[in-house]
Structures are given as C-alpha cells and as structure tokens.
C-alpha cells in the first residue's frame, strides 16, 4: 500500500455533529486509514467557551477565527455552526484562504448557496453539503454524481424528521396533534418551540437546496409556498385512511419546461405508495429521472452519527479527488412558480344539521369543483359541531381557494375550512 | 470555463444497453458538456456480426476485440458483452493495456471479481461497475463512497426484477406462480427460460458482488443457499396475507463477528416494512450501517437506459477522478457460513381429514419447534386435499429441516412440506 495520506480537518463549531465526528475518527482512524488510505485528523476546532469541557482529546480548541483559516495547516474545514452569520463570513473566507469546505448547515446554502457555490467553483475549492439535507441518505451524492446522466424533472418526498414523526404518531397511536407533537418533544424528535419543522419552513430551505441541484435553480426559502401541519386533527388522519391514504408532511418539486412547481404541505399518500411506509423520523426521497425513471432513498435524516457520517463521505471525497466539481447552476431564468392542479380532502366544520352537505356541494358546483366523494359526520361531538369530508376532482388551488374563501364567510362556521392536497 | 476534457469510449458489446448508452450520449451530448466539463464520445464498438444494422452513425464497428485496446485511442473500455468468457479475458486484457473498465456483468464480478479487482488496484486503473446490481440505482456508489464511514453489518433487499414481477401478480391479481409468470414473460419482464431468475441464481451472483463490497470477503455465488419462488401458490400468498406479510423474493446478507449469513430465498414481510411496498419489476435494497443506521435504496433495477445511466455515471467518475479505489477487500478468512434462527411460514399439504393439525403440530414438538399459529384450511379442494399452515416462533433452520424431512416420510402427503423464512 503507498504512503498514507495526512487530511488535516478543521472545525467551525463543535457541537452534536462535531462531537460525532471526532468520534467516528478517532475510533475508526485506523479502519478509515485502511479503507481510503487516508489518515484523517481533526486538529482544531473554533469554539464559543474554551471553559466547557469536551470528551475528546487531540483536539486544539480556539476562539479566533483565524486559527481555523489563517494558521493552521487545515486541509479541510467543516462548518458545523448552523445559522446564516457569522457562517456565511467564515465559509467565504476559508475558500479564499485556499481551503475546501464542508457544511451541514442547509440554512446557509438555501439562503446563500449561490454566493457560495460561485466562490467556491472560480477558486477552484470544493463545498461537500452532503450532510446539508436530509443527514445520512448520500440524496446529495447520488444527485451529483450518480444521476449525472439525467435530467431530473421530479423531486419529492419527507424531509423534515420532526413532523414525520408526529404524523405517524397520530397514525399509529391515535393522537391528537398536541399530544404526538408533546411526544415528539419528550423523544427528542421535535424542539421545545417547534415552529420551524411544523410550519414548513424547514422543508422548505431543504427543497431551496435540493432544486438548485436538481433543476439548476435559484430559489430562495421564502419564495416556496408552505402549508404547516399544525390544523391536522385526528379525524383528518383517520378520514384519511377510510379512503386508502396516509398524510406526510411532503416537499415537492416539479419542473415542467420552464415553470416550476415548488412547495411544501401536507399531502395525502396512497398507501401502496413507498412513501406511506416510511415512518418515525425517517425521510425518504423520490426523484424522477429521464434515464433511471422512479428512483427513492430512505433513511435517517438527522442524528449525530448518520449526519456526521455523510461529512465524512465529503471529507473523504474532497481528499481522493480535490476539487469536486458540483452540477453546475444554469441559473436560467424561472418565468413562473405554478402550481399544477390535483385532487383536494377538504374538511368544514359546521353546525351539525340536515343539509350541510347539500349546501357545500352546492357552493363547490358554482364554482364548477367537481367533487368525487362527500360525507358528513353526523356523530355529535363537542359543542354538537358536525364535519363535512370532501374529495374533490382535479381543480386548481386558486378556483379552490376562492371557493373556500367564500365558505368561509359564513356565520356559522366553527372554524377555517382546511385543504390537503392529494398525491 | 475551462477547456472541455474528450473522453473516448470503446464498447466491448453493442446489444440493448450499449444502444442505450450511445442514444444517451448522443441525444444529450451538449448538456453532458455543460454539466460536467466532458465531451463524451463512443468511438469504436466490439460487436459480433459487422452486417446486423445498427441505428447509432459514428461508432466504428469491429469484429476484432485487439482494435478496442490496442490500435485506438481509448480511455474507457465499457464491457457489455455479459457471461463469463471471452469477456473475463478481454477485461484483464484492457486493464494491463492501460484502459479503464466499466462494467454491467455482474456473473463476471461475482466470479471473477478477485482477479479483476487485484489487477486493477495493482494497475492503477478503475473498474467501474454500478450497473452490473441492480441496475439504475446508485448502490455501488453509495457503498463505496456514501457510507464510507460506516461497517456495514446487514444488506438484504429485492435485486431480481423478474421474481418480483411475478409476486406482485400473484398478490395484487390474484394469479397462481403458473399464470404470473407467464404474464412477466408477456411483458418482457422474464427470460423464456426463467431458471436463473426464479431459482435465486441471478440475486445469488448479485448478492456476492454486495457481499464483497459490504463485507469485504470473497463469496462465490455458489456458496450461497438458494430457494427459488417456483413452489409458491396464491394459497400461500393469501396465507401469508392474513397473516399480515407479503411474501419476497431476498437476497439476505448478515455479518456477525466473523461469521455469515448469506442466501437468496422467498420471505415474509412484515406489510409495514418500507420493502412491502417495492412492487413490480422494481428493487430496494435494504442497508445497515454502524453510523447511519437503516438506509434503503429503490428504483429500477435493469431496463436499457436505467442501466446506461449507471455506466455513465462510472464513466464520469473515472474521467473526472481517474483511478478510484474500491472499497479495499480485506480477503479476511470467513470462518463458516452460517444462518440465523427465525420464524417460519410452513405449509404442508395433506389429505383432508380430521386430526391432521394435532398431528403436525404433536411432531413439532417432539422436535421442539414452538408454534406460534397454526391453521387447517378445510374447504375441500381439487382431489379432497387439505392444507395446514403453521407459524413458528424462531428455531433454527437445522432443526426444521429435521422435522420437516421426517414429515416428508408420511406416506400420504401430496407433496413436499414448503418453509418459508419470516423476516
């Protein structure tokens, strides 16, 4: 075997995933070595409180930037700070610096990517994000690499760990939503202030970054339309299943000549789909490609050992082969965010009465929303509150909302109509 | 941009996927340049008859195997010729003469593979082979290279087409193992002598390629144990099915220490794993490793341009990094192949008479085989048979297979005893 090759890595941040990855390194160093030839060594890391005490040893820790770029002989640097500032700062200045990067941080390339990405191609560096989205499934690489031959026109699937679980959770144990969110919280699958899994935000970042790979686009986070999964109830799971489907929390995107169509909601799955299987805080990921047609990965989409373990894939990559060119952006003009028509589940909850449904069916046929099923739940419930269920035809999310929006308006509504989008 | 990089590529075979590579090439030619700084060219093609016409201009045809190595300028060799000789020959051959190979054979690697594989790390050339298992998805590459970090201890998943083609008939058809198969030949799905497939030899030869790869040991496909599909019956489908499973057709591998469990037979399901879902003619393969925990892989696993996408894929990869170094086989000693304990599905077909459950099941148990279920179904059938379905609970397959080949003795079973593994 020829000479090991010395990879000095240098860490901004050394948090959960950092920790991860210092001990992958250190227990494996020799397996590593002999597998890859390469001897890999994380010498430095900046940190926020040189007094907080770490596990690992071996490992110098600084708090000035410029050790990490400027001093050291670092090969690699891996940012694992998360946020946008002082993230973005320290990126660009390491490529400058002459370093490849490593990042996890999805937040940064979904907001940043493009300045970064531009930087880092016209000096020649690398940036490896496969830890970027959806934390130990190699989606980046198999982009990247695997389907270079392809065009891809279809992207979707689960990426957001929190809400995944708390859809399941009401699935399979019959929660409501505040108790599977609760119990997400205490299983650690969900923060203490959930906002940005449940309301798609998250999601939504991750797709900014997958489109850019897969449809050579440059769309930020706050252009992609998110429905949050906070309205779901019980019932709605379980009207749901009546009619063969499982609700996931899906971000989608679609690229049809020169409109896309991205968003982020929860949507209604067949369940013979392979998405309706994938439970907990799994993800999984569907792309359709114009060689390899459907293809999908599933595995776990956060955690401190599969996320560190895909910044180890690039680390390793980025040492074999230098600079690892990324499917280049296009960066071709979007002429419009469409959204394609499908079927809806709509839920209204009404005074429980005899004509209800006639009165919504009615309401739905001027506005020529053709409507494949309706029931009313004539069960009394709290407040003797009644329920229209409704799976409509294909129609547009704009006649929709026009429509529900003049439903809305009546006196005698308990609550916002809701509209879940149908796979 | 920089100057693009000419790739010349010789093609040992020109049937359906060397078709497919060329259409690729030729179809998106300039968008490959934009996307990654290649101009790809197939220059010259080994193909048997010179007189058979072929749709594809610029590619040079030849009947002379030394012309693709030898007289012309060829970077890549692409072998697509399958079976064992002369293309065994010929791969070495192009590997001492400086080329780099990919490859879509698996019975090649899965025989072969060693001597391939040594000479090419001693060569400094790269043996590309992403499509020789299952077809367009990125297995190879995300084994390789995606989970780099990570011991793999468990692979198992769908990697024959054709068996999992008929399956999915029997179940959501209702058809026998007859009729299935017959539609699978229909739709091409199935060879006119499907031996190969339906007897686990196609997946046993994959899964020695896998098992190299995951485990790095050197198994033969021989070495494997094989159950094929060809004694199901849509009883045992619909068994099964009540029973909340739905039967598959895997290719199973488990390390544990030092020892093995390798082999390619039908199994139950669970309806809730992410596999029950993967139907028709698609694959999934399953993967467990040390930092990313549970990982699954889906798409299409043979067809002309899944496969073409494969090859390419290698191809760029070689042209971007040039020598790319397998995961480095450790040529441990394995000390035995063994195979765990499980549940099984046994189905016994016996005269239709009263006390034929108590008599299984008492010589169950004077075997020590612990039942978890058991059924008689008593609808008299075709010659007044019965049937008896049992569940166990985990024993060993030694020990079933005890019980069973006593069973066998009776004199007045209609046929031998079926066990099927439960997952």
């Known amino acids: 075997m020829s000479q090991p090759q010395t990879v000095k890595i240098g860490l901004l941040g050394f948090g ?18 002999q597998r890859t030839g390469l001897d ?8 926020r409180d040189l007094s907080k005490s770490r596990l690992y040893g071996g ?31 320290l990126v660009l200045e390491c490529l400058r610096r002459g370093k490849h990067v490593v990042t996890a941080n999805k937040s940064l390339l979904a907001w940043h990517g493009k300045e970064i990405f531009r930087t880092a191609a016209r000096l020649k560096r690398s940036v490896g994000f496969e830890a970027s989205v959806c934390g130990g499934i190699p989606l980046i690489r198999v982009l990247n690499s695997g389907l270079i031959a392809n065009e891809i026109d279809l992207i979707y699937g689960i990426v ?23 119990e997400a919280q205490e299983a650690g699958f969900a923060e203490p ?8 935000i998250d999601a939504a970042e991750k797709l900014a970054v997958l489109a850019g790979l897969a449809f050579g686009v440059d769309v930020l986070p706050n252009q992609i339309p998110c429905q949050g999964i906070e309205r779901l109830t019980l019932e709605d799971i379980r009207s749901a299943e009546e009619m063969g489907y499982v609700i996931k929390m899906l971000a989608y995107g679609k690229q049809s000549g020169r409109s896309l169509d991205l968003r982020v909601q929860p949507t209604l799955i067949p369940n013979s789909h392979p998405l309706a ?7 999984a990921v569907f792309i359709h490609g114009s060689a390899v047609s459907d293809m999908m990965l599933y595995g776990k989409g956060a955690g401190r050992y599969p996320t560190a373990s895909a910044v180890l894939s690039d680390i390793v990559e980025i040492a074999r082969s230098g600079f690892v060119p990324s499917r280049i952006n296009d960066n071709q003009y979007i002429s419009k965010l469409t959204t394609q028509k499908s079927r809806f589940y ?26 494949s099923h309706a029931a009313a739940d004539l069960v009394k419930r709290t407040g003797s509150r009644g329920r229209v269920t409704i799976l409509t035809h294909d129609v547009s999310e704009k006649r929709l909302q026009k429509a529900l929006s003049e439903i809305e308006q009546w006196p005698d509504l308990h609550s916002h109509p809701l509209a879940i989008r149908v796979f």
Chains 1, 2 share one sequence.
């Not at 959960?16 to 070595?33: E, H, K, P, S």
């Not at 144990?173 to 969110?181: E, F, N, S, V």
């Not at 299987?277 to 993800?283: K, M």
């Not at 709509?346 to 046929?365: C, E, L, V, Y």
Request: overall charge neutral; aromatic content about 4%.
């Open 160 to 182: 957001n760990g929190t809400t995944n679980y708390i859809l399941s959770k009401m699935h399979q144990d019959r929660l409501g939503y505040k108790q599977a969110l609760a």
């Open 59 to 89: 490992v110098e820790l600084t708090t000035n930037p410029s050790d990490i770029y400027q001093f050291r002989h670092v090969d690699i640097v891996v940012e694992l700070m998360g946020g946008l500032e002082p993230a973005r700062t």
């Open 193 to 200: 202030n959930p906002h940005n899994d449940v309301s798609g």
């Open 40 to 47: 890999l060594d994380v010498t430095i890391a900046l940190v």
């Open 346 to 371: 709509i839920r209204i909850d009404i005074p429980d009465r005899p004509g209800a449904i006639g009165k919504i069916t009615t309401h739905f046929g001027k506005h020529k929303i053709s409507i």
């Open 277 to 283: 299987n994938v439970a907990n805080e799994n993800n």
């Open 16 to 33: 959960n995933i950092g920790a991860g990855l210092v001990d992958l390194i250190q227990q494996n160093r020799q397996a590593y070595l």
